[in-house]
Nanobody
Framework: QVQLVESGGGLVQAGGSLRLSCAAS????????MGWFRQAPGKEREIVGA????????YYAASVKGRFTISRDNANNTVYLQMNSLKPEDTAVYYC????????????????????WGQGTQVTVSS
């Protein structure tokens, strides 16, 4: 059983920054890609960024590219999402998720690629 626990959400003014963390337990963390997703009220869950197990390949949604950075620390079983230049439209519940396929050599970018999810952390950006 894999457990993912997000932290770091909160309320921030537009233009500010937040750093989300996701602590993982339960399996060999470095073998699995990780993703960050978000879901705003009334909208579908969407991918924000993803990273391969070894951290060599990263993917970003167009809406966050250049502002958000995904990274991971395999020694501490943690994945991060650094969010800079935040906008009100970034307001959402942010979730981390673990890829269902170990050793995937490319980043997984769709919901069905992920099998374990955290409980989510709220990010609110005020204008």
């Amino acid at each position: 059983q894999v457990q993912l626990v997000e932290s770091g959400g909160g309320l921030v003014q537009a233009g500010g920054s937040l750093r989300l963390s996701c602590a993982a337990s339960g399996r060999t963390f470095s073998r699995y890609g990780m993703g960050w997703f978000r879901q705003a009220p009334g909208k579908e869950r969407e991918i924000v960024g993803a990273i391969t197990g070894n951290g060599n390949i990263r993917y970003y949604a167009a809406s966050v590219k250049g502002r958000f950075t995904i990274s991971r620390d395999n020694a501490n079983n943690t994945v991060y999402l650094q969010m800079n230049s935040l906008k009100p439209e970034d307001t959402a519940v942010y979730y981390c998720a673990a890829d269902r396929t170990p050793g995937r050599v490319v980043v997984a970018t769709t919901l069905v690629d992920y099998t374990y999810w955290g409980q989510g952390t709220q990010v609110t950006v005020s204008s």
